[in-house]
Structures are given as C-alpha cells and as structure tokens.
C-alpha cells in the first residue's frame, strides 16, 4: 500500500490530520530512555493521529544510542500508522539514492522530508519507490524562511517574478509523476499556505509550527484543506510531548493530542460548511 | 585552532588543495569492510591532502554497522588534518542546534556542509562554535543545480536580478561574522565558480565535482584561487577511492591522490605566474 493511502486510511479511522512529533529531547524529558519516552508517547497518541514524524536531528545528537531508540520507536509504531522521516535530506543524485536506501530500506519508513535546493535530479531518487513519499521543502515555518524562499523570482522563459516558494510548489508539481510527492508548508505563514494550496490543489501538505511555534490551527485548516477536506498533516511536537513533564507525561499526552485532533476536526467541520 | 588554521597547516605541510571524499560504496570496494578499506585510504593519503570529507548518506545507508564503521574512520583520520561532515543538513534553529551538536559533539568533526533553503537562522547553530566551520551549499555541481540556483531573483528591497546562487553567496557573507564560513561551489560549472570568486574575494571554496563527474581541474584552479594562490578545498572522491578494485586498491589510490594533488599544484602555479 502506498503512503497516501496508508495515511488516507490512518486519518479516516482515528478521524484526524493530527501527526505527532517524534523529537526527544533529553532536557525536557521526564524519563531518561529516550525509547521508553517515545513508547508511552506512542501508545498514548496512537488512536489520535494520522501520522507519526521523527526528526533525525535529535536522534543522530545521541549517537549510537539514538539510532538505536530510533529503531525501537520505529518498532512501537503500529504498522497501519505511516512514518515520515524528517531529516531534510537532500545530495547530488549518486548520494540521493544512498540518502533513500538509509530512509526507505535501512530505516523502513514511509516518507521522507527532503530540500529543493539542488533540483529535481536531486529529488528525484526518493520518489522512485513509488509506494514511498518525499515532502518538498517549500515554505518552512521558521523566521529565516524569508531569506531565500520569498526573493522573488523570475523563471528562465521569462514571465511574472513570484517567491521562490511558489516556484518550488510549480516545480514540485512537475516532479510529481508518480503521485508521491508532498510539500512542507510551516502553519506560521497561512497566507502562503492559501497560496500554494491555489498552485497545488490534490497535493498533501504537511504543516509543522503549530504550537511551540505560535502556528494557529483555524487558520491552517481554512487556508490549507483542498476540496475534499483533507490533504493535510498538522504537525505537532513539543506541545504533545511536553504536555506535562512530570510522571504522567503519557496521559498528558494523549490530553494534549487529543484537544487537538478535536480542534482541527471542529475547524475542519466549519470551513467545510462554509465553503 | 580553527578549522580555517588547521586547514591552512595542513595545505602547506602536504603541499596540497586536495581534499579526499571518504564514501564508501560496498558494490565498489575491493575489500567488504568498510572501515578497513577506508583506514587504508587514508594510510595511503593522509600525506597528500589537505582535508577530508565523508558523506555522511553511505554511511547512513548501511545503518549500525555505518555509523561504527564512520566512528573507526575519523579515528583513523590523523588528527592534524580536518575533517569536513559532509551531510548538507538544515533545519528550524532548535533542531539546527541538535544537528551541530550530532557533528561537532558526538562526531567532533571540524566542519559541517549546510543547505541554506531554510535561511540565516538555519545556519547560525552552525557557526556559534567559532572554531568549526560550515561550508554553506551555493552552486552544486549536478545537473539539477540548475533548477532553483540559477532562477534570477530580486531582493526584497528592489534591485538587479541575479542568480540565486549569487545571492546565496552574498548572504554567506552577511553570515559570516566570525569568519568560519565557506561555500560549496561545484567543479563543473568554472564559469559560475568564477562569479562567486568576485562576491566572496576571501572566502574558502569546497569545490566536488572534479573527476567522476567531469570538472576540469585547470578551470577549477584558475577560476577559483584567491589572491593569496589559496582559498580552495578540491574534493575528489571516486577517482582517488577506486583507482583499483583490486587489492592494490590503496597503492593505486595513493598514485591518484599523487597525480592530482600535483596537477593541482601545477596550475596553481601557472594561474600564479600569469596573474
């Protein structure tokens, strides 16, 4: 099964666009094994979500004991809930395909983020496997964003200059064949996400930011569900995994995801009625 | 010492600009452990390079058994010659920190490369550690690096439209306060090479794409060097590493690393003598 529909089937029966944020960081953890912390995360939010992400980031910063609880949490992730590897990978297309073996046979997982800077040669290799899919960096939700991503551009033929990211979702587009591709678009700036949602209307975003961040979720919802009401994952890390950081962290947990599921479904509900 | 120092000790001493890429690929190495046949690269190099650059994908790519054989190989890495992680990461600033810290702790290499699609803020956990060094990503040297480089934009406040690579560069700049910044410019395109030499007169080039992928070394050098005759780290992986793929793997890669890192030298002193 491919990953949309893996994901399709995920949301439909926990009946969320929640994805929970795999990214454990040992100073605001309440229990030292990262593993342990991810498990009781994971069986406390796995009838809550759509999708699990973790960062690589904060397993690679512990070396060898974090490839190895990222392989235990990969295993408490009951198989019918698709994983997203966010580790914003991206390397000339001979070390791309090293990249994709890492992600999609070593790791075994579902998705991968990965960044558009070097081009489509460069994406390419993660979208080979079909039943696999890449998340193309367009419009992230940190401040520098701007920096690059919004330099208006004009394309080699010429025409109308646009930001940089939109150029990235036409391109993204074009890349997508197959059917697999995504784009990450940060909930921190829902006035480009309506706008890439224009460009890419049948596309899958999935929108980090959402609290820690200061993302607001009515506002990704309305501005980032295509037509049929779906075709969002909304993720969320620190205010799910640090909703509590004493014992009861798990329980707080499943609070904490469970208020958001309910708030995207509400305002998912009304944008529907609305429109 | 910074890396910039260690690098500059490491060039005069080996009278060299060339830098070995350590990337492993099992379905090319004449021996099956990767750790061995990167110890005896390095045996046979360490005296003929100015720096060296493991890509972090190959290791990735074969998991646990990866990651060790990457701790032995920096090991093995004399410890007077600098060490470039070669994963392109980025990341939001909290998560950046985790990667900094993923490679100059827990790896405890001398410098990083990194994407800037994420902007300043991406890079900054980078450069805090004033003794590393990152190599920000401008020009790649694969075909795709057209996609998004060379799309002509315009800076937010108005002005000429230029290559984005170009103001990829001029940020670089901006960025680099302490002086532990360089950029990644690829072998293949000597022409763009030569661009970025004029914005950044002083900054440190790594440039890959010499050998294998078809750059012109004579190109490289004479399109490349700063007015000191320095100012460039030539990475050159396959055609040093499997020179053989026979047991005489490291003899034969020593003579490559010989008769580039001497090519090298020769055109350094022509594009000197003619300047």
Known sequence: MGFFDKLERAAQRNGSLLCVGLDPDPARMPVSDVAAFNRAIIEATAGLVCAYKPNLAFYEALGERGLAALRDTLAAIPSDIPV???????????????????????????????????????????????????????????????????????????????????????????????????????????????????????????????????GDVAAVVRNGLDKAGRGLIINVSR??????????????AAGAARQLRDEIARERERALAES
């Not at 990249?99 to 991968?112: C, K, P, S």
């Not at 496997?129 to 419009?139: G, N, P, S, T, V």
């Not at 208006?152 to 074009?174: D, I, N, S, W």
């Not at 640090?242 to 707080?252: G, L």
């Open 84 to 214: 997203i590897a966010d580790g914003k990978r991206s390397d000339i297309g001979n070390t791309a395909k090293a990249y994709a073996r890492a992600l999609f046979d070593e790791l075994g997982v579902d998705a991968a983020t990965v960044n558009p800077y070097l081009g489509g040669d460069a994406v390419e290799p993660f979208l080979e496997r079909e039943e696999k899919a890449a998340f193309i960096l367009c419009r992230t939700s940190n401040p520098g964003a701007r920096d690059l991503q919004d330099l208006l551009v004009t394309a080699p033929g010429g025409g109308e200059a646009r930001p940089l990211f939109e150029m990235v979702a036409e391109m993204a587009r074009r890349w997508n064949s197959r059917g697999n591709v995504g784009l990450v678009v940060g909930a921190t700036y829902p006035e480009e996400l309506k706008r890439v949602r224009r460009l890419c209307p049948e596309m899958t975003f999935l929108v980090p930011g959402v609290g820690a961040q200061g």
């Open 239 to 252: 205010q799910v995994l640090y909703a509590s950081r004493e014992k009861d962290f798990a329980v707080a």
